[in-house]
T-cell receptor, first 112, second 111 residues
Framework: DSGVTQTPKHLITATGQRVTLRCSPR?????VYWYQQSLDQGLQFLIQ???????AKGNILERFSAQQFPDLHSELNLSSLELGDSALYFC???????????FGPGTRLTVL | SQKIEQNSEALNIQEGKTATLTCNYT??????LQWYRQDPGRGPVFLLL?????KEKRKERLKVTFDTTLKQSLFHITASQPADSATYLC??????????FGKGTRLHILP
């Protein structure tokens, strides 16, 4: 158990819909990262937050947004969902940007 | 464009031997790199981190090297065991805090 929690574990929705994925980092960790993992693309970095502020952006689509709240939990919002958004979404946390990351169990999103 | 390549899709190694996995990068100047292990359907698990000014890091049966001239990292598992079978991912963070993961190498340790 990494200490990072993600909810929900599974999510099934339809194209065009909007969903919110939630992540609680390990106690004491200030950085939160979001990743998308699909079979053909591997693990893709989406975005990083540090202590409530956006720190770095990767290959995050404009339809996706994220935030980190004062209690350090984070949410990833996915809107106007397409079939290609079906993937495993992982959250990870670390003490800071240059430290090892601890990954949550992931949310499996299926868009029908 | 920035690119990370891991040496093969699958690697079969006899139990007890040393497994060596390769990670090459191009058009990139990473500040540090990390290696992770991932089992099917689970999140990656951190193994080792090495910074650009370090040549080698060890942890128990694991060793990682970082050659900025060759633009390559090697990851070694000595005295390999069937329980080491998994997918191994390398990841680089560059100076603007963006992270790039390789697609991973599936390692099979044969009893």
């Amino acid at each position: 158990d990494s200490g990072v929690t993600q909810t929900p574990k599974h999510l099934i929705t339809a194209t065009g819909q909007r969903v919110t994925l939630r992540c609680s980092p390990r106690s004491g960790d200030l950085s939160v990262y979001w990743y998308q993992q699909s079979l053909d693309q591997g693990l893709q970095f989406l975005i990083q937050y540090y202590n409530g502020e956006e720190r770095a952006k990767g290959n995050i689509l404009e339809r996706f947004s994220a935030q980190q709240f004062p209690d350090l939990h984070s949410e990833l919002n996915l809107s106007s969902l397409e079939l290609g958004d079906s993937a495993l979404y992982f959250c990870a946390s670390s003490v800071g940007p240059e430290y090892e990351q601890f990954f949550g169990p992931g949310t499996r999103l299926t868009v029908l | 464009s920035q690119k990370i390549e891991q040496n093969s899709e699958a690697l079969n190694i006899q139990e007890g031997k040393t497994a060596t996995l390769t990670c090459n990068y191009t058009n990139y100047s990473p500040a540090y790199l990390q290696w992770y292990r991932q089992d099917p359907g689970r999140g990656p698990v951190f193994l080792l981190l090495i910074r650009e000014n370090e040549k080698e890091k060890r942890k128990e049966r694991l060793k990682v090297t970082f050659d900025t001239t060759l633009k390559q990292s090697l990851f070694h598992i000595t005295a390999s065991q069937p329980a080491d079978s998994a997918t191994y991912l390398c990841a680089f963070m560059n100076r603007d805090d963006k992270i790039i993961f390789g697609k991973g190498t599936r390692l099979h340790i044969l009893p």
